[in-house]
């Protein structure tokens, strides 16, 4: 079973997605627990691995490292017997004419191709491909998973007009990205996902971006970051027995009012579903 631990690494306020905080800051770090006191990150970290103890981990301020950039490419130069004579250098000179109309035509096929593969991305599926992450000594992992989704929302889901279809749109993302929806009279293997991410970190730390397979904790604690990185307003509730949901507060412009009315999101089941909070159907979803 998941660890009652959950890790929650966020960005200062006046920090935006970006370089590294300078060398010596304090990031904000929690280690929350309804069973005892704080504990401290680097305890969580040394601590050996325990299959059965995996630690949720949410982390904002690792980021993963860049892409090395191509190396540059070497221009030869002309041979000097190309530039005798008139008639060589304007034979030089239609060709290179030549070559760089070729050259903006091509440029302009590529740029209409990555337009065209820009539009298709907010569409096509993502990439579930595994990335293996390096945990430098002491610290938490970075979790290029997560900033995938942020990237995406922001890209993708961020751009929609009205904030009701915004909410049901990444409720959708959270629950394909963690295994889909689940039948109520099912069983969802979860915890093996957990322990694969254990023993190829090496470490009980599991970041949130790479667990695939997720049920009530794992995808409201991914609904909440992302729509913190969009400016939504939610809250991430905890109920009995470990049970987590969302709450989001909209503009309710059914039945001719325009009221702000409270919503429990589905995340598992109906997904997408907003639950008026207090109802019988918000209430049979927190008590599930």
Same mark, same amino acid.
């Given at each position: %079973?998941?660890?009652?631990?959950?890790?929650?690494?966020?960005?200062?306020?006046?920090?935006?997605?970006?370089?590294?905080?300078?060398r $010596?800051?304090?990031?904000?770090?929690?280690?929350?627990?309804?069973?005892?006191?704080?504990?401290?990150?680097?305890?969580?970290?040394?601590?050996?691995?325990?299959?059965?103890?995996?630690?949720?981990?949410?982390?904002?301020?690792?980021?993963? /490292?860049?892409?090395?950039?191509p190396?540059?490419?070497?221009?030869?130069? #002309?041979?000097?017997s #190309?530039?005798?004579?008139?008639?060589? /250098?304007?034979?030089?000179? $239609?060709?290179?004419?030549?070559?760089?109309?070729?050259?903006?035509?091509?440029?302009?096929?590529?740029?209409?191709?990555?337009?065209? +593969?820009?539009?298709?991305?907010c569409?096509?599926?993502?990439?579930?491909?595994?990335?293996?992450?390096?945990?430098?000594?002491?610290?938490?992992?970075? =979790?290029? $998973?997560?900033?995938?989704?942020?990237?995406?929302?922001?890209?993708?889901?961020?751009?929609?007009?009205? #904030?009701? =279809?915004?909410?049901?749109?990444? /409720?959708?993302?959270?629950?394909?990205? %963690?295994?889909?929806?689940?039948?109520?009279? $099912?069983?969802?293997?979860?915890?093996?996902?957990?322990?694969?991410?254990?023993?190829?970190?090496?470490?009980?730390?599991?970041?949130?971006g790479?667990? +695939?397979?997720?049920?009530?904790?794992?995808? #409201?604690?991914?609904?909440?970051?992302?729509?913190?990185?969009?400016?939504?307003?939610?809250?991430?509730?905890?109920?009995?027995?470990?049970?987590?949901?969302?709450?989001?507060?909209? %503009?309710?412009?059914?039945?001719?009012?325009?009221?702000?009315?409270?919503?429990?999101?589905?995340?598992?089941?109906?997904?997408?579903?907003?639950?008026?909070?207090?109802?019988?159907?918000?209430?049979?979803?927190?008590?599930?």
């Amino acid at each position: %079973m998941w660890s009652i631990f959950i890790i929650l690494v966020f960005l200062p306020l006046h920090h935006h997605p970006g370089p590294q905080p300078p060398r $010596g800051s304090i990031p904000r770090v929690q280690a929350l627990s309804s069973a005892g006191p704080f504990v401290p990150l680097a305890e969580l970290i040394s601590r050996p691995l325990n299959l059965n103890l995996p630690i949720l981990t949410v982390n904002l301020l690792t980021m993963p /490292a860049p892409p090395a950039p191509p190396p540059p490419v070497e221009e030869v130069p #002309a041979p000097s017997s #190309a530039l005798d004579g008139s008639q060589s /250098a304007q034979s030089i000179s $239609g060709r290179t004419k030549s070559r760089n109309t070729a050259s903006k035509a091509e440029g302009k096929v590529k740029k209409a191709t990555k337009n065209e +593969k820009e539009a298709e991305s907010c569409i096509s599926e993502e990439s579930d491909e595994t990335v293996a992450l390096e945990k430098p000594p002491g610290l938490l992992a970075p =979790d290029p $998973g997560l900033w995938s989704h942020i990237s995406y929302v922001k890209t993708c889901i961020l751009t929609l007009p009205v #904030a009701r =279809d915004q909410v049901q749109q990444l /409720a959708r993302y959270v629950s394909d990205k %963690m295994g889909g929806p689940v039948h109520k009279t $099912g069983t969802f293997g979860f915890e093996l996902s957990a322990s694969e991410i254990q023993q190829r970190l090496h470490t009980n730390l599991v970041p949130l971006g790479e667990v +695939k397979a997720g049920v009530f904790q794992h995808r #409201a604690l991914l609904f909440k970051a992302l729509c913190d990185q969009m400016g939504v307003g939610c809250s991430l509730v905890r109920g009995e027995y470990g049970r987590h949901w969302n709450e989001v507060t909209l %503009m309710d412009d059914q039945g001719g009012s325009c009221s702000p009315s409270t919503f429990v999101v589905d995340l598992m089941f109906d997904v997408g579903r907003l639950l008026p909070v207090q109802t019988s159907e918000a209430v049979a979803y927190q008590h599930f």
